[in-house]
T-cell receptor, first 117, second 113 residues
Framework: GAVVSQHPSRVICKSGTSVKIECRSL??????MFWYRQFPKQSLMLMAT?????????EQGVEKDKFLINHASLTLSTLTVTSAHPEDSSFYIC?????????????FGDGTRLSIL | SQKIEQNSEALNIQEGKTATLTCNYT??????LQWYRQDPGRGPVFLLL?????KEKRKERLKVTFDTTLKQSLFHITASQPADSATYLC????????????FGTGTRLTIIP
């Protein structure tokens, strides 16, 4: 089945550091990938849609300069949390579909737990 | 505003019984609805998708119903097992024909041996 790999699985770093998270589709191509954030005991909140070869589209309230997204190839999207602060600590998860169009299941990575000290 | 509500944050069911989880939505008219399972510290895993013209969908011990009049989807696990313990999320699309999903807060299901 379709597999999405996320790396790293856990990051602990100091405040002010920028952190890059990778999301790869291993056995399919994805023109679109999604980035979510999940706080403890809360649901997944969509942050942005990553589009291969073009700019990402961000959900309302998500700072595009804070969360930089690059989708340089059909199998890789990266999320960079710039100048991270403790309030950015969260579980970040990406997803992609191996089929085009709405009405398709999403395949999720296993998430990256980001802890900013 | 659009809202998804899943019944009870936590649900405990005796092993072997049927677990029924509820997903109610308001200010949506979803053409379909998806259900996912999420284990602690992991990403969600897709389980089932049901379309608005389908009353019921089954996959092994799982069954989903979709009532667009009641604006509700029910998710059943029959002959439940401790390995079914997880958080279950319902996810309608953000808008018509939209790939984007919105997620409920989930129901944390525990199957008691």
């Amino acid at each position: 089945g379709a597999v999405v790999s996320q790396h790293p699985s856990r990051v602990i770093c100091k405040s002010g550091t920028s952190v890059k998270i990778e999301c790869r589709s291993l056995d399919f191509q994805a023109t679109t990938m999604f980035w979510y954030r999940q706080f403890p005991k809360q649901s997944l909140m969509l942050m942005a849609t990553s589009n291969e070869g073009s700019k990402a589209t961000y959900e309302q309230g998500v700072e595009k300069d804070k969360f930089l997204i690059n989708h340089a190839s059909l199998t890789l999207s990266t999320l960079t949390v710039t100048s991270a602060h403790p309030e950015d600590s969260s579980f970040y998860i990406c997803s992609a579909s191996d089929r085009v169009g709405g009405n398709q299941p999403q395949h999720f990575g296993d998430g990256t737990r980001l802890s900013i000290l | 505003s659009q809202k998804i509500e899943q019944n009870s944050e936590a649900l405990n069911i005796q092993e072997g019984k049927t677990a029924t989880l509820t997903c109610n939505y308001t200010n949506y008219s979803p053409a379909y609805l998806q259900w996912y399972r999420q284990d602690p510290g992991r990403g969600p895993v897709f389980l089932l998708l049901i379309r608005e013209n389908e009353k019921e969908k089954r996959k092994e011990r799982l069954k989903v119903t979709f009532d667009t009049t009641l604006k509700q989807s029910l998710f059943h696990i029959t002959a439940s097992q401790p390995a079914d313990s997880a958080t279950y999320l319902c996810a309608p699309p953000k808008g018509f024909g939209n790939e984007k999903l919105t997620f409920g807060t989930g129901t944390r299901l525990t199957i008691i041996p």
